[in-house]
């Protein structure tokens, strides 16, 4: 069997057995539905938050989607949201990158800064930027903005530092332009951890969309699954979890795909 058959194959028969023991769970009722609603009305939450339905039994009043909005819609929101916020981390993070890799007192004044504005968690001071940008979106992209701009950040300057000097010289002694030196030596060596970092920085601002959204987050996926958590709609909370996981794996995936297209020689001999 091919390794990658045998890694679907295995993470397949997890997800059965996973499956098996969420609705034992459930059916046996260990747990009260409360807490953990069946698989069955997990799915259907999910179906009821996409489609239309009558308001009431009898009704010809429709209500359509979760808080006037389908769930991909709320999905679509999100994303809107990340490619705001990490587009602008992917524009200035490699930017301040570079300049720290290449300018020392540069690298001395900020490199603490990044690392304690790195290590802050998004919910330390998602209040502040409210206070500072109201509940609208401004304050939902500074937060997102905030989470993917570290990584990218110490991503780009450390693949800077990581460039061997013998390559640069090896080049301007071939007559090699400031220009040639940076698009022709440093892009090439500097792009597999510019990359890695976009992959790290979008997956930490997709973490935080839960956090952006708890504030008017409507429409939005993490919204949706802390208004629907605080009205004990358990069922459509964990379908949103669902949902956000799965569209997680999607985009590091995709990620994943352009970095091999972009640097088919990165972990090559």
Request: charged share 10%; proline share 6%.
């Amino acid at each position: 069997m091919k390794p990658r058959t045998r890694r679907f194959v295995l993470a397949s028969a997890v997800f059965v057995v996973l499956l098996a023991v969420w609705w034992m769970v459930t059916a046996l009722r260990l747990v009260p539905e409360t807490y953990l609603p069946t698989p069955g009305a997990v799915v259907a939450a999910f179906v009821e938050s996409n489609t239309c339905r009558p308001i009431s039994e009898g009704s010809s009043r429709m209500v359509c989607g979760e808080f006037d909005y389908f769930m991909w819609q709320h999905l679509i929101a999100s994303l809107g949201r990340i490619a705001v916020g990490v587009g602008a981390a992917i524009v200035l993070g490699p930017i301040i990158g570079f300049m720290m890799g290449t300018i020392g007192w540069m690298r001395d004044a900020f490199d603490p800064y990044i690392n304690f504005l790195r290590a802050l968690p998004p919910l330390g001071y998602v209040g502040l930027l409210i206070v500072w940008f109201g509940i609208g979106d401004v304050s939902k992209y500074w937060l997102l903005f905030l989470a993917a701009f570290p990584p990218l950040v110490i991503a780009t300057m450390n693949g800077v530092r990581g460039v061997k000097q013998d390559h640069i010289r090896a080049a301007q002694s071939m007559g090699a332009s400031r220009l040639q030196v940076a698009t022709k030596v440093l892009l090439p060596s500097v792009l597999p951890e510019l990359l890695s970092g976009i992959r790290i920085a979008t997956g930490f601002a997709w973490t935080t969309v839960v956090a952006a959204e708890l504030n008017n987050g409507i429409p939005g996926i993490g919204g949706l699954a802390y208004q629907s958590g605080t009205q004990l709609q358990t069922a459509l909370t964990i379908a949103c979890i669902i949902v956000i996981g799965i569209v997680a794996v999607a985009l590091d995936s995709l990620i994943k795909i352009i970095s091999r297209l972009l640097t088919p020689w990165h972990g090559r001999v």
